[in-house]
């Protein structure tokens, strides 16, 4: 019983950063229609800023929760502008390879600039110790990993279904050219949403920095995961990716409680069912 | 009359294709202007050159006397002009009020929510309802609605009319003749001759990527023969 629960929780903290990072794919899917393979770069860079701003000027987590999506937000702007923004007219493919390059690129440079091996990161001491459930021991770190990123997808979700800038970012995805000629800036809103994408996995790279090391190769790690979990949602679908993230966490989670030795692959047999019985994936729109 | 759109020599291409040759005609202030011809003779890209949709094309565009051509697309609407494309491009994520709320107020003198609600009771009782929902003729009085919002001074609309019932296509030339007295000045590709013919003021008549011909609505009689040998009607 304690392994059970202790699985389910290890599951649902997975499945917080897949529902994170597929978010934030997703949302760049939807309208650059980009698949951004550094997604796993920016995840990295997040922990890594949280890293070094407590390194080398003392900036605790709680600050660096704030500023290090700011930073990786705006360095995803500046990407954007200068660089992936001259791809949209070209074949797809462009976009793929562009940003599989610069998560290379990022991850070398760090690579040779901290080694291979993980970098230690505390946890905030407010959140240190844990919590009797009386049926588990709960990490208090990891109870507040599934809460704020419960939040934080929410957040995204509100943003984008409820707001006036998400009815933009949403018509933009289904006819860019028209809400431009209705005299929205649709250029600002790119460079703004893939901003928001790389700001949300900077985000769940802190998050993750006190979980796992802080080391360049854990987005690498991550991201191949969280593309099976954005194909098993189906592409562009927001809250598709969210729901799905966390339900392969716990699938996850569970099929080591009961077998083991398939937990690595679970994710990627249930990638393969979907694909074969709906292509769209499970929120997906069909074509 | 002022002169409110004035274009001259427009030129556009597809790629290698030259579908615009040279293409001048003139709209007044608070003028109704109706585009003639048959399909595939330009008129569409004619609409979606002035928007700045199209942007291979050479020549001359000015609205209100500002030279639009190095006007980028998303500052089309902030100049005074506002587009309905033929699709009627009402987006299926969004709501009914969603879309109404879409386009961004760009001057004011333009229609309060209130205002088109009650110009458009339909759209009131549907504002919920995700937008593509909508019946095709809703969806055009949708299209229509959500640009009167906006303030724009001129309005162009691409077939607005087209796979419509009558009872509808009555309905959208009453909303255009309330527009007129509004002062708004429309240019309008239509195919509905008869339609087109109780709402314009002017007519142009296109073949070939150009403008063949220009004359007022008194003169509709005596231009038949010539536009039933243009159009094949």
């Not at chain 1, 202790?6 to 650059?32: C, E, K, P, R, T």
């Not at chain 2, 291409?13 to 040279?22: A, F, K, P, T």
Request: net charge neutral; charged share 15%.
């Amino acid at each position: 019983m304690q392994a059970l629960f202790g699985q389910l929780l290890i599951g649902l903290i997975n499945g917080s950063f897949y529902a994170l990072l597929s978010l934030g794919l997703a949302v760049i899917f939807g309208l650059l229609r980009v698949i951004n393979f550094a997604h796993g770069a920016q995840y990295m860079l997040g922990a890594f800023v949280a890293y070094l701003l407590l390194q080398y000027l003392g900036i605790g987590y709680w600050a660096a929760l704030v500023v290090a999506p700011l930073v990786v937000g705006l360095f995803g702007a500046v990407i954007e502008r200068t660089m992936l923004s001259r791809l949209y007219n070209l074949d797809p493919l462009y976009g793929l390879l562009f940003t599989f390059g610069l998560a290379l690129t990022i991850e070398g440079t760090f690579r040779y600039l901290y080694g291979a091996s993980g970098q230690p990161y505390a946890a905030p001491p407010l959140l240190a110790g844990g919590t009797n459930l009386g049926f588990m021991f709960l990490p208090n770190y990891r109870g507040w990993v599934v809460v704020v990123s419960l939040l934080a997808c929410l957040g995204t979700w509100l943003l984008i279904e409820k707001t006036k800038l998400g009815s933009y970012l949403r018509a933009a995805t289904e006819n860019p050219v028209l809400v431009q000629a209705f005299g929205v800036n649709v250029p600002l809103l790119l460079t703004f949403t893939y901003a928001l994408g790389a700001g949300l996995a900077a985000f769940a790279g802190v998050l993750a920095a006190p979980v796992y090391q802080v080391s360049p190769l854990m987005g690498t790690n991550l991201i191949i995961v969280v593309f099976a979990v954005v194909v098993v949602g189906g592409m562009g679908s927001i809250m598709g990716a969210i729901l799905t993230g966390y339900m392969l966490g716990i699938a996850e989670g569970l099929t080591k409680v009961f077998y083991p030795e398939a937990s690595n692959i679970v994710i990627f047999v249930i990638m393969a069912i979907v694909l074969l019985l709906r292509p769209a994936g499970l929120f997906g729109r069909d074509a | 009359m002022k002169p409110m759109l004035q274009v001259k020599n427009l030129n556009t291409w597809y790629g290698e294709s030259h579908v615009l040759h040279g293409v001048d005609m003139t709209v007044g202030e608070g003028e109704t202007v109706t585009i003639l011809g048959r399909n595939g003779v330009g008129k569409t890209t004619t609409l979606r050159t002035i928007v700045g949709i199209l942007r291979e094309r050479k020549g001359q565009i000015l609205f209100d006397g500002r030279d639009m051509m190095t006007v980028p697309l998303h500052r089309t609407a902030h100049a005074g002009i506002g587009f309905v494309p033929e699709e009627r491009g009402i987006f299926a994520t969004l709501t009914v009020e969603e879309n109404l709320m879409l386009p961004p107020v760009v001057a004011r003198g333009g229609m309060s929510l209130d205002e088109i609600y009650e110009l458009f009771p339909n759209l009131l009782e549907r504002r919920t309802s995700p937008g593509t929902k909508l019946s095709g003729g809703e969806q055009q009085m949708l299209a229509m609605a959500r640009i009167l919002r906006t303030g724009v001074k001129m309005l162009l609309l691409d077939e607005p009319t087209e796979g419509l019932a009558p009872v509808i296509v009555q309905r959208i030339g009453e909303v255009l003749k309330k527009l007129k007295e509004r002062g708004m000045t429309v240019l309008l590709v239509e195919q509905n001759f008869r339609f087109a013919s109780k709402i314009a003021d002017r007519f142009y008549l296109m073949d070939h990527g150009q403008m063949v011909a220009d004359f007022p609505v008194a003169e509709l009689p005596n231009q038949m023969p010539m536009l039933h040998k243009v159009l094949g009607v």
